[in-house]
């Protein structure tokens, strides 16, 4: 809403001024005050699609319109009188090329003319051509923008240089971005929008799905009793096995760390992990986990793989996971991402059992990127999950990092079901995957912790009791009712 009040009144004509069709007028009393003022009510440029895009980069939020450089001007003065002390804000800015782009900070502009570290700031782009926002944070994880008093700087692009329609890219390499992707290589602008982003009660009321926290203690006992006490339904079988299948540093490798940390009662790190940009796991391996030093392994394995990349000849082979899922892959099997499995390795099962086989299959996907999925990532997982489904294996989905994503579960992992941004990406995770959002599993990792805690095994036990049941659906879908002695069925 722009006021202009009663000590501007000399510049104002009778005749109303001459303002755009699209705005409306309205003459008002302030109650406390005998001040006239004339307000303007704003309206974003966005249309109904771009607002949603630009809304996927967030949980569940509302834009506030705070500032219209076709209204207020694109003076750095009127940008910051509208914009400086909002919290939270978001830039967009138009060109002619059809491009939405700016940049979102989750601090307050002060004009202090420091940089400010804020690893929430990232910049966008939304365009018509592009299904997904295009969202950039910065190398360091740590920068966010430059405090500056002559418009927005967030490190690599200056909005409103000069007090101009236009932007500067400056090249400070804060950001890494293709101009022309973010947007188009036109940097003169038709318009430029500030938005204050408000959080809309995030926070739910009554969990979206039911869950024992109160007595955590006996909660975690009874999901550890019913996994060391599961029975495979064949006698032929002793141990489910069960493949983790997801991209280069979503968790796989760190989940079994902490299933295997909670049977063994404390923080271990088995199987190598990190965020490298490629596959640290480079072999079939295959874990089993004790509960305790002098026990018996639980009756269950975890097959743990290459990250399955976007890229042809990069990560895991579509062909390879139909080798794994057979049996024919042994422990310990070195990948080559350039060819598929040799049939006259050593390594290569010619005659694997039941037992061999896999049971169950877990996509595992890091929650803070699901929004940024890119379409050929989607479409590898939809060529693994038809070739899963011919041969009739169970899959579900283990959402990692869910803290990570979003600050009410950070603060209490019990929030989890109550986090309406955590509802939201599993519903998306279930549209992308082409599962039901009951298959879709949030957990938190241990991969910072020294020391275990209830909440997080609770979590990562009932995602393991999922897995043992859904192994059970393909057991039963193996074999009639009393046939479980005989010959499984070959694929």
Known sequence: MVTLCEEHRPTIHRQWLRFKPRLHLRVYFLPRSSITCYSVIMRSS???????KLLSLFGHVRLHLLYKASIHGYMHQAFHNR????????????NKSGFIFGGYISKDYAGSGIEINDEKAFLYSITDHREKPLQVFSKTGQYGFTDSSYGLNVGDLWFLANSTATVQQLGQNYYTFEAEEMHGNDLQLTECEVFRVEHRGDFLERPWRKIDWEGCGSTRERLMDYIQNYTPRVKSVDQARV??????????????????????????????????????????????IK?????????????????????????????????????????RYQFN??????????????SPSLKDRIHCVVYVLDACKISVLSSKRIEKFAVVRRTINRLGVPQLVLLTKVDEACPLVSEDLTNVYRSRYIERMICEVSVCLGVSQSCVLPVKNYSRELELEVNSDILLLSAVVQMLRNTD???????EPGDQNTEAPHF
């Open 83 to 94: 914009c400086d002390g909002q919290g939270p804000t978001i830039l967009a800015a138009y």
């Open 337 to 350: 991402p350039s060819m598929s499995v040799r049939t006259d390795s050593a390594d290569f099962n010619t």
């Open 243 to 288: 493949l983790l299948v997801g991209p280069v540093g979503a968790g796989k490798s760190s989940f079994f760390n902490s299933i295997n940390s909670v049977f063994k009662g404390h923080v271990t790190g088995k199987a190598n992990t990190g965020s490298a940009g490629t596959s640290l796991t480079t072999q079939f391996r295959t874990y089993s």
């Open 46 to 52: 966005l249309s109904a699609e771009q607002e949603k």
């Open 291 to 331: 509960a305790g030093e002098d026990s018996r392994p639980l009756p269950l394995v975890l097959c743990d793989t290459m990250g399955l990349e976007e890229t042809l000849g990069a990560g895991l082979d579509v062909d390879d996971i139909t080798n794994i899922l057979k049996g024919h892959i042994r422990d």
């Open 473 to 479: 659906d393909y057991f039963e879908d193996l074999y």
